[in-house]
């Protein structure tokens, strides 16, 4: 198994092996992070999330915060506010306790400042071996906001591509740290809860926003190829209007990495109608997380399936997701 | 009651097949005239690919038709096979000599016939284009059956005007009556046009309207004074838009490097006449034959040592050779006498796009380089780009297979009874079609992540099969899963049977294949990035092959490429890789000076990099030693262009000439001879230090590579008796490389082939795909 990095890989694993395996009691239609269960006439939403960040500590967050901000994003990306989470541990034998009570505090603090109560939970430690320190597995249920039901499916030709915050700095942040390279001085994870941030663009947008997705692994590459495929649709992003942080472009250019595959944990990209675009852009500068959203790109209803970027040459390249580990392509 | 007298000669028919490249090149009229001259009765018709004479006469004079169609033909024609099947009815043919009706007969001789290529003007047409008393003197789209366009026009076969781009152009009575006569140089030759009827010439102004008013020479004069004036034009050719500026003008040169952000890749240039090449470069008879010849190629041409040159110092900056080539068309032949100077002439687009062929879109995409557009209302079919080849070992080796090479079919050694489509790699792709003994390659497309030259690959895959009526049953693709010919491949029916082919595999069989190697061979496979059999990035590999297989016997020895595609960009962190983190040590004390001469940070962090494995995968790559070599000599730091670093570091190399190696050894792991480098690169690093110059390392280098696979390829003939050497991958088309390997190859009693028709590059691999996959559904595997 390699299917680690998040890209076409896991895609293939879910699409091949995981989802089969369910028969009958597979989900109808496209998968989503989220999905909405209508009980009694009521849209639930549900999610569920498995956090095994190495390491557990990083600048701007720990794996507490993000297994809380995680689920919560997931919720939102289906345009729900998070009513209850479940939060289970996985601890290794020997794992510090100071350890475990910092994250477990983080959990805390972050549920707090999303407003949302942790109302179950478990916690499981195996022996030594078993785990790799500590995982978290956060499962949250959502209540949908009325007046919009974005959907992986839901992008359209004419769609504006909008993003809420620059990109970048988690993923980056998080090898970094892991690998001792140093830039973590000038960079932190981007880690924060977006549904406060979705709820004001449902209220300036109402059904005109038709898709959202958090680009956590993969980068927006993923985010935005997956849409891609799902929609049906092409997507043509202006690559000078990405927004990424200098010290972030400077990290990414000695790691030979783009900086459209690399995690996000606090910024969304979302699909709206043209005629709502403005309304919806001026909404997310409104809030802090979205105070330096942009316009990224248009979908368009040629090269379905197909994500372009068009540089800053006039050229336009194919942003693909990743396929496993980067190999280069360059003969 | 018929009395035949018995003196007269025994009347025969004959049926004379006539396989080659007998289409497109005047061979009708020339067996019209030949029979007619000699009072046979008959016909004559193009039947597929091939000419077919039914003929009736006394037999030595049947005779005599066949020697002269096989001793005479027409100037380019090639006569490959001419069968006689002897019997028939007389009295059918009728009395004189015809010419017949195309007929198609796809279903009986499944092969790619009847597209021929495009082919430079004639000398009788030159003639004419600047005889002020011909009908066409300086008409831009002169022609005849011996030249003209043709691959670039064709909308479906068999190849006759109405179903080319010429059918929107009705034939004024004069041209009709050349076209409709026997005797004449233009019986059938289906572009046929005059100024009268023929297409047209404009000008536009870059951001303006183009002047329907304006008459051709108008067109043109607008177009030569902007030139003149140091501007850059962009000029509708036969296979796509090509910029063009004052090759003499240095600051022209540079706003053109400037608006194409193309910094440093040399531009090829097109000049007058051979006398005007002469002046530029040195040329010897095998490089002249290629100059002049009906492909008019660009032909890479070495620089005279020392010497002043004409061309601006932006041309080709950092090389010694220089790609020349001569007018292929009338309307180059007008610009190139009205200039009366070398003239940059480059591909119609921006970095890696494909050559813009399409009016509306050219003028669109070109508006920010060009000052101007010359076009005109002949539409273009296909895309064809300029091709490009240099001569190593006295024979054709070709980098860039496109316009006047493409889409000749070529052999397929084992012949197939499937429809096999080919896919290719990544850069420099082209698709390869192949059924019964024939691989069709198509065009060089450029590098499939850019978006318009995946939709050109869909889009010239879609005309070629659709004018062979090819359906593939066959897929052969890399293993790599990234490449987005892969991924094309995986995105077809599930039904298709799909052949995958290792990417050095490929490159060695298309070798094989087209020098005819039949059993087991050598495979020495040189470039920059492949994916091997195990998962890992190979690139300097020593296989034992057959068209169905391979074992790895040998390989270069290992280097991390610190950010993957970041480090094929820069070769510096290149040297970095091999330096910290190599499969073979280099000590500290002669590394230190590079290593001090690199930012800190950026080493201080490739150094983690390569400790910790990030984005750091490890290539036995041979391109990538000729990389890290060029920065270690101080020659190439950062790449503009692919190959830059190698281009420049056998530049160096030819200015020295030396011929002796540095150290090197082979080493054994896990079964495979490696070639351990680190002697190699501790000689060169403490040489250069103590002052030894650049070039001459460089050529010790070159040395090196040489003696090592001689030696590797010597092992390996011991070993397995196997003495042919096929010789491929990008790094052959490193001339001194590849030949002083085919001689010291052959001194050690090996046989080395190198490519020829095919690119040793990766526009290859997928003649080698087709090679591969045809080989093995024939053994049922
Ligand atoms: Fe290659
Ligand atoms: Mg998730
Ligand atoms: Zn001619
Ligand atoms: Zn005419």
Redesign the pocket.
């Known amino acids: 198994l390699g299917h680690g990095s998040g890209g076409q890989l896991s895609a293939e694993l879910i699409g091949d092996v995981l989802v089969p395996a369910l028969g009958s009691a597979a989900p109808a239609g496209a998968l989503e992070d989220a999905a909405v269960v209508p009980i009694d006439g009521v849209d639930v939403v549900l999610s569920t999330d498995a956090y095994v960040v190495s390491p557990l500590f990083f600048p701007g967050g720990d794996i507490g915060a993000l297994a809380v901000h995680g689920t919560v994003n997931d919720l939102a990306m289906r345009a729900a506010l998070p009513v209850a989470l479940a939060v289970a541990y996985v601890v290794e034998e020997g794992f510090p306790l100071a350890d475990l009570r910092r994250v477990a505090a983080s959990v805390g603090a972050a549920a707090r400042a999303a407003g949302v109560p942790v109302v179950t939970g478990d916690t499981k430690v195996v022996g030594r071996g078993a785990a790799d320190g500590l995982y978290v597995v956060t499962t949250g249920v959502g209540q949908r906001l009325a007046g919009a039901a974005p959907s992986a499916t839901g992008a359209a030709p004419g769609d504006a591509v909008l993003l809420s915050g620059p990109i970048g700095s988690h993923g980056t942040t998080i090898l970094s740290v892991r690998e001792g390279l140093g830039f973590d001085a000038d960079i932190c994870s981007d880690t924060q809860p977006l549904h406060r941030l979705v709820a004001a663009m449902v209220d300036a947008g109402g059904d005109a926003v038709h898709a959202l997705r958090d680009p956590t692994r993969g980068g927006i590459a993923s985010a935005l190829n997956e849409i891609a495929v799902t929609s049906g649709v092409g997507i043509e992003i202006d690559e000078q209007a990405l927004p990424v942080p200098a010290p972030v472009q400077a990290a990414c250019e000695i790691l030979g990495l783009d900086p459209a595959h690399v995690a996000n944990e606090g910024c969304l990209v979302a699909f709206v109608a043209a005629h709502r675009a403005d309304a919806v852009l001026a909404a997310m500068r409104s809030r802090p997380e979205g105070r330096a959203a942009v316009n990224i790109g248009t979908v368009r209803d040629t090269e379905p399936g197909r994500v372009v970027v068009r540089t800053s040459v006039g050229s336009r390249r194919i942003l693909d997701m990743l396929v496993g580990e980067q190999l280069p392509r360059i003969c | 009651m018929a009395v035949t007298p018995r003196e007269a000669p025994a009347r025969e028919v004959w049926s004379i097949r006539v396989r080659g490249t007998v289409q497109g090149v005047g061979f009708r009229p020339f067996v019209h005239r030949l029979a007619s001259g000699l009072g046979l009765d008959g016909t004559v018709r193009n039947v597929d690919g091939d000419v077919v004479v039914e003929v009736a006469g006394p037999a030595d004079t049947l005779a005599a038709l066949v020697r002269a169609l096989r001793e005479q033909p027409p100037q380019h024609a090639v006569v490959a096979h001419v069968t006689v099947t002897r019997g028939g009815d007389a009295g059918a043919l009728g009395a004189g000599f015809t010419v017949a009706l195309s007929t198609s007969a796809a279903t009986t001789r499944p092969g790619f016939a009847g597209l021929p290529v495009d082919l430079a003007?004639?000398?009788?047409?030159i003639r004419e284009l600047f005889d002020p008393a011909d009908r066409r003197y300086r008409y831009p789209f002169?022609?005849?059956?011996?030249?003209?366009p043709r691959a670039t026009i064709v909308d479906a076969l068999p190849y006759d005007r109405a179903r080319t781009a010429m059918a929107g152009f009705a034939l004024c009575a004069a041209c009709a009556a050349e076209y409709a006569d026997p005797t004449d140089?233009r019986f059938h030759a289906e572009p046929v046009a005059c100024p009268a009827c023929g297409p047209r010439l404009s000008w536009r102004p870059a951001g303006e309207a183009s002047d329907p008013g304006a008459t051709s020479e108008e067109a043109l004069a607008a177009a030569v004074a902007t030139i003149a004036a140091g501007g850059t034009v962009a000029v509708k050719g036969l296979g796509g838009y090509q910029l063009v500026c004052d090759a003499t003008d240095t600051a022209a040169v540079h706003r053109l490097r400037t608006r194409k952000r193309r910094l440093r890749k040399p531009f090829a240039v097109m000049v007058v006449d051979t006398a005007a090449a002469g002046v530029l470069a040195r040329i010897s008879p095998a490089e002249l034959r290629l100059l002049t010849g009906p492909a008019r190629p660009i032909v890479l041409l070495a620089t005279h040592p020392g010497a002043p040159t004409a061309l601006a110092s932006g041309v080709h900056p950092g090389t010694d050779r220089v790609g020349l080539f001569l007018p292929g068309t009338p309307l180059h032949h007008l610009l190139l006498r009205a200039l009366a100077r070398p003239l940059v002439v480059t591909s119609g687009n921006l970095s890696d796009e494909p050559i813009a062929i399409d009016d509306t879109d050219a003028t669109a995409r070109l508006a920010p380089v060009a000052d101007g557009f010359l076009l005109h209302d002949r539409p273009i079919r296909a895309r064809y780009d300029d091709s490009v080849v240099r001569v190593i070992g006295g024979r054709r080796f070709t980098v860039r297979r496109a316009r006047g090479y493409a889409p000749d079919p070529l052999p397929l050694p084992v012949a197939t009874d499937r429809s096999i489509l080919a896919v290719g790699a990544q850069l420099k792709h082209t698709f390869t079609l192949a059924r019964a003994d024939r691989a069709l390659v198509g065009p060089h497309g450029g590098s499939l992540d850019d978006a318009d030259a995946l939709a050109a690959f869909h889009a010239t895959l879609g005309q070629l099969t659709r004018l062979h009526r090819f359906t593939p049953d066959v897929l052969a693709h890399d293993l790599h899963p990234g490449y987005l010919s892969t991924r094309y491949a995986a995105g077809q029916p599930p039904g298709l049977r799909r052949v995958p082919v290792q990417h050095h595999h490929a490159h060695v069989v298309s070798c094989a294949a087209e020098n005819g190697v039949r059993g087991p061979f050598l495979g020495v496979a040189y470039d920059g990035l492949g994916l091997g059999a195990d998962g890992t990035l190979w690139g300097g590999e020593l296989l034992l092959a057959s068209y169905t297989g391979f074992r790895r016997l040998g390989r270069f020895g290992t280097a991390p490429l610190p950010g993957g595609e970041a480090a094929v960009r820069r070769p510096a962190r290149m040297a970095l890789g091999y330096l910290l983190g190599g499969e073979f040590a280099v000590p500290a004390g002669p590394a230190a000076g590079f290593l001090g001469r690199m930012p800190s940070a950026e080493r201080d962090t490739i150094a983690r990099m390569v400790a910790r494995g990030v984005n750091s995968p490890h290539t036995s790559s041979a391109g990538r030693l000729f990389d890290a070599m060029s920065s270690l000599l101080g020659i190439c730091d950062d790449a503009d262009y692919e190959g830059e670093a190698a281009v420049l570091l056998e530049a160096a190399a030819a200015a020295s000439g030396g011929t002796e190696p540095l150290p090197w050894r082979l080493t054994e792991v896990d079964g495979l001879w490696v070639y351990d480098w680190s002697g190699t690169l501790t000689a060169a690093l403490e040489r250069a230090r103590a002052g030894t110059p650049p070039s001459e390392l460089a050529a010790g280098f070159h040395a090196t590579i040489v003696a090592v696979t001689v030696a590797l390829c010597v092992r390996a003939a011991e070993q397995t008796g196997v003495t042919a050497v096929c010789l491929s991958g990008g790094c052959m088309q490193n001339r001194i490389l590849a030949s002083r390997l085919l001689t010291e190859l052959g001194t050690a009693g090996l046989t080395g082939h190198l490519n020829h028709d095919v690119p040793a590059n990766d526009g290859g691999i997928s003649y080698g795909q087709a090679v591969v996959a045809a080989a093995t559904c024939d053994e049922g595997g």
């Open positions: 003007t004639c000398d009788d047409c002169v022609n005849c059956t011996a030249c003209g140089r």
